[in-house]
């Protein structure tokens, strides 16, 4: 890995937003200081370094902050441009995955989320509903961006792989937790291959939790605990 010692990252190792930091910078192979915030205590560090939101995960570099992850992942991808990329190279592609990254964190996660979350069989059931539905649309998402490769970026792990590929962990928990299947090889045969090669992507496979570990966590926390953000 490059030696940066200078750098460091705020998070919680159960935070999908901090695991896909984690897998960026895998992907660069920048070393990094990871230091491990308190589920329910924020430090100082963290208050000082996001005042205005106050949530990890927050990439330090040369002493300065950077906040929210999506954003990170763009500033490490122009602060070290070496290969591989993340983004991709062209202008329309990269607007088209920034606009899944934008849908999976604004509306796809939030109601995967809620299933945990909200009271109620019935509310529950209908963002079930919501998170199959979008599933769907992120495997045709698949099949555009992908261009019949591998990954969402083409040969290699890119920007929308990472920004979906977080979220793998808590999918699977939700998949055992209430014994559904989310990706399967009827209705998404391409996601379902996609997440296969991704888990085994060596920068990939020693960021996400264990199934087991974050269903432990849930139950740690009762079933109310979002994940940590």
């Excluded at 090889?185 to 060596?202: I, M, Q």
Aim: glycine share 4%; hydrophobic share 45%; with cysteine.
């Amino acid at each position: 890995m490059v030696t940066t010692s200078n750098v460091k990252l705020l998070g919680v190792w159960a935070s999908p937003y901090v695991n896909r930091v984690q897998m960026a910078l895998n992907l660069k192979s920048i070393d990094y200081e990871f230091l491990e915030e308190d589920f329910w205590s924020k430090s100082e560090l963290l208050l000082k370094s996001n005042p205005i939101h106050k949530k990890i995960p927050v990439l330090i570099h040369e002493e300065k902050p950077i906040c929210e992850s999506l954003i990170i992942v763009e500033y490490l991808d122009e602060e070290w441009p070496t290969t591989p990329s993340i983004l991709p190279s062209h202008p329309y592609d990269r607007a088209v995955a920034r606009f899944w990254a934008a849908y999976l964190d604004d509306k796809w996660f939030p109601a995967l989320r809620e299933i945990r979350t909200t009271e109620g069989e019935k509310a529950k059931m209908a963002a079930l509903e919501r998170v199959k539905e979008g599933v769907v649309l992120i495997e045709d998402a698949f099949a555009k961006c992908s261009k019949g490769k591998h990954f969402f970026g083409g040969d290699t792990v890119g920007y929308l792989d990472i920004a979906f590929g977080c979220f793998l962990g808590w999918l699977r928990v939700l998949e055992s937790t209430m014994a559904v299947k989310l990706l399967d090889e009827t209705k998404t045969p391409g996601l379902v291959g996609w997440a296969e090669r991704f888990y085994s992507h060596d920068a990939i496979k020693d960021v996400l939790p264990q199934t087991e570990k974050l269903v432990a966590f849930a139950k740690m926390f009762k079933f109310n605990a979002q994940p940590p953000k």
